[in-house]
Nanobody, 125 residues
Framework: VQLQASGGGLVQAGASLRLSCAASGLTFSRNDMGWFRQAPGKEREFVAARRWSGGHTYYTDSVKGRFTISRDNAKNTVYLEMNSLKPEDTAVYYC???????????????????WGQGTLVTVSS
């Protein structure tokens, strides 16, 4: 299984970015997908998730209304559209996948079986 994240970069506060995560080696359409991030010196934290069954989405409070997770099963790709970026959004962003995440643990990194390599997002003030 491979998850290839891309789309990170250096932007100014208020700008937008779209991250992509291309998956291979798994039945993408039947995997729950998540985005996590890790800032320097901090633990990895949940950002967003989208379940394959029902398409339900979940977000951490700090990104609600600014970030949108979506998926294109035909392209085996999950996206994270990030708008109104803030300096506190600066982190390495990781995509993750699992065949079925328990709802109560959708925000827990250890619930996911597969991880991408991460893409760096830097937001300057």
């Amino acid at each position: 299984v491979q998850l290839q994240a891309s789309g990170g970069g250096l932007v100014q506060a208020g700008a937008s970015l779209r991250l992509s995560c291309a998956a291979s080696g798994l039945t993408f359409s039947r995997n729950d997908m998540g985005w996590f991030r890790q800032a320097p010196g901090k633990e990895r934290e949940f950002v967003a998730a989208r379940r394959w069954s029902g398409g339900h989405t979940y977000y951490t409070d700090s990104v609600k209304g600014r970030f949108t997770i979506s998926r294109d099963n035909a392209k085996n790709t999950v996206y994270l559209e990030m708008n109104s970026l803030k300096p506190e959004d600066t982190a390495v962003y990781y995509c993750a996948a699992t065949p079925r995440v328990i709802l109560s643990r959708v925000r827990v990194p250890s619930s996911y079986d597969y991880w991408g390599q991460g893409t760096l997002v830097t937001v300057s003030s």
